[in-house]
């Protein structure tokens, strides 16, 4: 019984993601969209609490908000997708939690 | 039915939206849906005592909270943590449960949809 | 898959714009969506008095051809709606305020039980908002 968490606000000025990486259970998903693309800009801490968290959670990330952003390189780990890959992944877990 | 747990981490004082999702909940209650809703953030802020809504020509939102049970919403919960860094403690007169980050994660999982506001 | 999806920022947000890629993809990849529904600053999306730059994008008016061509249900909370003037012609008329009213078919205003209504027959209950 597994959360897909939606983040879409900027670790950098908002305490959203931060409070939603402290409530996930082992098997929960991450997806990074809009803003919250930024955590995964390389040298960034947060980015590498992200790959570290992916050893028990998947994070994913919405490829368009990654390109126009100018962020290119993703870390092993961590998926870059469309439109139809985040249905599918909502599909995929019993739930989503968007963090408004 | 599916059950939905509203999470809530606006204080009552930032706009519309801790009163926009104690709406939802209770709208829920009335509609018998099983609701419950977690406190975390500066969501905790609105479980304090001493605030004067009228200051800021606001409605008071504890007397909504005081509503929930009347809808059938009693599964109250609010994150410790969140308590923890604030300083503060929610009013005695609504029975809310304290629960841990860990505890939390459980918690989310345990119903059909969830929402953060 | 069912899905409910509901909307809480405006048409000038970059998360309205990605709830609707998020809908077309989802009937694209031949899934049901059971309700829109719109709250908080989401009610601005039905407004038909919005006016934007010919270089610029009138996302309210791709969700109402979405909503059309697709023949979904696209429900606005009244009573979000009401507090930031997205009325229809009856509200208009109700109120009396100035105009026939904002919000028109394929949009229709009703209150939140609409939306658990949404959420108890669907799988999924997505929310969109925020930045």
Same mark, same amino acid.
């Given at each position: ?22 409530? /996930?259970?082992? %098997?929960?998903?991450? /997806?990074?969209? %809009? ?7 390389? %040298? ?8 570290? /968290? ?15 952003? %100018? ?30 | ?20 999702? &104690? ?23 609105? &479980? ?21 049970? &009347?809808?059938?919403?009693?599964? &109250? ?15 005695? #007169? ?19 949809? #969830?929402? #953060?506001? | ?11 000038? =947000? ?24 719109? +709250? @908080?600053?989401?009610? +601005? ?8 730059? @010919? ?39 109700? +109120? @009396? ?12 205003? =009703?209150?939140?039980? @609409? ?17």
């Amino acid at each position: 019984m597994a959360t897909l968490h939606l983040h879409s606000f900027s670790p950098f000025t908002d305490t959203r993601l931060a409070s939603g990486l402290r409530i /996930l259970s082992s %098997g929960d998903g991450v /997806l990074l969209c %809009g803003d919250a693309v930024y955590a995964l800009q390389p %040298g960034c801490a947060i980015r590498e609490q992200l790959v570290e /968290l992916t050893s028990t959670c998947e994070v994913i990330a919405l490829a368009e908000d990654l390109e126009s952003r %100018g962020i290119d390189s993703l870390p092993a780990t961590i998926r870059s997708i469309d439109y139809a890959q985040f249905v599918e992944a909502c599909a995929r877990y019993d739930r989503t939690n968007t963090w408004l | 039915m599916k059950s939905m747990l509203i999470i809530s981490r606006q204080s009552p004082w930032s706009g519309p939206t801790a009163r926009e999702a &104690l709406d939802i909940a209770l709208a829920g209650g009335a509609f018998d849906i099983p609701m419950a809703i977690l406190f975390m953030d500066d969501g905790v802020f609105q &479980l304090c005592a001493g605030q004067h809504a009228a200051t800021l020509q606001q409605k008071d939102l504890t007397a909504n909270l005081q509503a929930l049970s &009347l809808f059938g919403i009693d599964d &109250l919960y609010v994150a410790q943590s969140s308590l923890a860094a604030r300083a503060v403690q929610p009013v005695e #007169t609504l029975s809310v449960k304290r629960v841990s980050d860990s505890e939390i994660a459980t918690l989310i999982n345990r119903y059909d949809h #969830t929402i #953060t506001l | 898959m069912k899905f409910a999806i509901t909307v809480f920022s405006p048409p000038y =947000s970059p998360s309205s714009r990605r709830a609707l890629r998020f809908c077309e993809a989802a009937l694209a990849g031949s899934h049901e969506i059971v309700r829109l529904f719109f +709250y @908080q600053d989401g009610v +601005y999306n039905a407004s038909g008095a919005i006016v934007t730059s @010919q270089d610029e994008t009138n996302l309210g008016h791709e969700w109402t051809r979405f909503i059309e061509s697709n023949s979904l249900d696209a429900v606005v909370c009244i009573a979000a709606a009401l507090k930031r003037g997205v009325l229809d012609e009856t509200e208009a008329r109700r +109120y @009396q305020r100035p105009g026939d009213g904002v919000v028109n078919v394929p949009w229709a205003l =009703s209150g939140l039980g @609409q939306l658990h209504e949404a959420a108890q027959q669907a799988d999924r209950f997505i929310a969109f908002g925020g930045s």
